[in-house]
Structure formats: C-alpha cells, structure tokens
C-alpha cells in the first residue's frame, strides 16, 4: 500500500506560480496529478515514470506546467507556472506502483491504485 500527503496548494492571481509536493510512502513505478474542478470530470495533468524520468504533460498545460521527482525524498512535484483562471480545481496525487499505466494510456486512472486527499489551487483574475 502507498500513501501519499500532497502539499502546496493555495490562492494566487492569474499569471502567478505554485509548486505542488506529493510525498509518497514507498515505491511507485508511475505517479501522476490529476485535478477537477467544480462540475467537470476529473482530467490528467502530468504523468512521470519515477526513476526512468520520462514525464507526459497534458496539451492544456503543456509549456506551463512541469513534473518532477525527488528519488531520495519519494517526492513527486508539479511546478505550475502562468496561472489561469481555468486552472482553478483539486489537485490529485496517485501512484501506480504496479506499473498497470504500461498496459494503457498513462492516462487511465483506473491505472492508479492509490490517491492523496487533494490540495485545492484557486487561481483568480
């Protein structure tokens, strides 16, 4: 079992910047952020294979948006830069630890076994 404690969220004005920390309890071959806002489904933002480095960033954050990782810390970071309004929602953590993402699109949430409680980011105009 993995737990993750995300961190970082907050309130900032459009154009502003804020970094997202998932801390997680052990190995995950994948961690990803996904986020929702009111009324809308739950969308992928940025997938990375730990370790490995490789990172998938989704088109509507693309150049905006980066992820990292921390081996030594278990730390999964999302640097979101240029806020906008519409980047307004949770913000999820998850961890594939098993590796299900291969099988699919690394956007496939069902792929995630394991989810932190959400950081709310609030980006106003």
């Known amino acids: 079992q993995v737990q993750l404690v995300e961190s970082g969220g907050g309130s900032v004005q459009a154009g502003g910047s804020l970094r997202l920390s998932c801390a997680a309890s052990?190995?995950?071959?994948?961690a990803a952020w996904f986020r929702q806002a009111p009324g809308k489904k739950r969308e992928g933002v940025a997938v990375?294979?730990?370790?490995?480095?490789?990172?998938y960033i989704a088109n509507s954050v693309k150049g905006r948006f980066t992820i990292s990782e921390d081996n030594a810390k278990n730390t999964v970071y999302l640097q979101m830069n240029s806020l906008k309004p519409e980047d307004t929602a949770m913000y999820y953590c998850?961890?594939?630890?098993?590796?299900?993402?291969?099988?699919?699109?690394?956007?496939?949430?069902?792929?995630?076994?394991?989810w932190g409680q959400g950081t709310q980011v609030t980006v106003s105009s």
């Open positions: 998850a961890a594939d630890p098993r590796g299900l993402s291969r099988w699919g699109s690394v956007w496939l949430q069902d792929a995630y076994e394991y």
């Open positions: 052990g190995y995950t071959y994948r």
């Open positions: 990375i294979s730990t370790g490995e480095g490789s990172t």
